[in-house]
């Protein structure tokens, strides 16, 4: 290797789309992060949680449990698998639970894992189905309060040098604080620009139950409307697992060789030879 470069995560996605001013959401399998984009990040103003795709595998494992499965709930692969498949993100959790209760059989599915015999039945619990992504947006509604009380681990505020990585706070309230520390004439801009990235956006919507499920842009949409922020647009990255490697080959690609790096632009190329 004869040189390298950093490009923060967020401002490769923003790259890869396009995009000038923007708020990217970056959600992988250990945090999110919340960067308010114009032109370059505003760095004051970037936001992180604590939470991410391994949050959400957390709670499937426990649903595995009162399921019946708890011998499987150990194999980190398999709970990933049953997420990917069987995990659903509500428009509004207390109406979804309502729904499943009463059609229980409208929500009922089942996992065949490929290459066994072996499957996934969450029967009489598939009302939970709708926990998994409920958790990962907002993990403040009180029914999450049981798991906790069982021994689930709470997403907790922690701090990775000058960082803090919030645990509990849900992604609407997140994306305000992001906007809230920018200039206010730039606000509305960033407002209408929200764009979601990464693997822990990618949540099915079965064609039976939509208005009861959403996907990830109308889920922030709504919650930002609770929140009385109005004209907001958030749109979902064309490929939320690839975006990153995208925007950094177009970055590689456009910064001149001869720009040797800078500490303090954070910029350029380090060179090893």
Not at 12 to 31: F, L, Q, R, W, Y
Not at 140 to 163: A, C, L, W
């Amino acid at each position: 290797m004869r040189s390298a470069t950093i490009i923060p995560q967020p401002l490769a996605v923003a790259i890869a789309h396009k995009k000038t001013s923007c708020v990217v959401v970056e959600s992988g399998h250990g945090n999110t992060q919340f960067a308010p984009i114009s032109r370059a990040p505003i760095r004051g103003a970037v936001v992180a949680l604590n939470r991410g795709g391994s949050d959400a595998n957390a709670i499937m494992a426990e649903i595995l449990k009162d399921a019946g499965y708890g011998d499987l709930a150990a194999e980190e692969t398999l709970v990933r698998k049953v997420k990917e498949n069987l995990g659903l993100l509500p428009a509004d959790l207390d109406s979804a639970i309502s729904f499943a209760k009463n059609n229980p059989e409208a929500v009922r599915a089942v996992y065949a894992v490929p290459g066994t015999r072996l499957k996934i039945d969450l029967a009489e619990n598939s009302w939970a189905r709708f926990l998994v992504g409920e958790y990962v947006f907002n993990p403040n509604h009180e029914i999450f309060q049981s798991y906790f009380k069982r021994g689930m681990p709470r997403p907790r505020d922690t701090k990775v040098g000058d960082v803090l990585f919030y645990g509990m706070l849900d992604m609407a309230e997140a994306i305000t604080t992001a906007v809230e520390k920018c200039p206010v004439e730039l606000q509305p801009l960033l407002y209408s620009q929200i764009l979601l990235s990464g693997g822990n956006f990618s949540w099915n919507v079965p064609e039976k139950l939509k208005g009861i499920c959403v996907d990830s842009a109308t889920k922030i949409k709504r919650m930002m409307k609770e929140k009385g922020i109005e004209n907001v647009n958030v749109v979902m990255a064309s490929e939320p697992q690839y975006s990153v490697w995208r925007g950094c080959i177009v970055y590689g690609y456009a910064v001149p060789a001869s720009y040797s790096w800078s500490w303090e632009k954070m910029e350029g190329w380090m060179n090893f030879y």
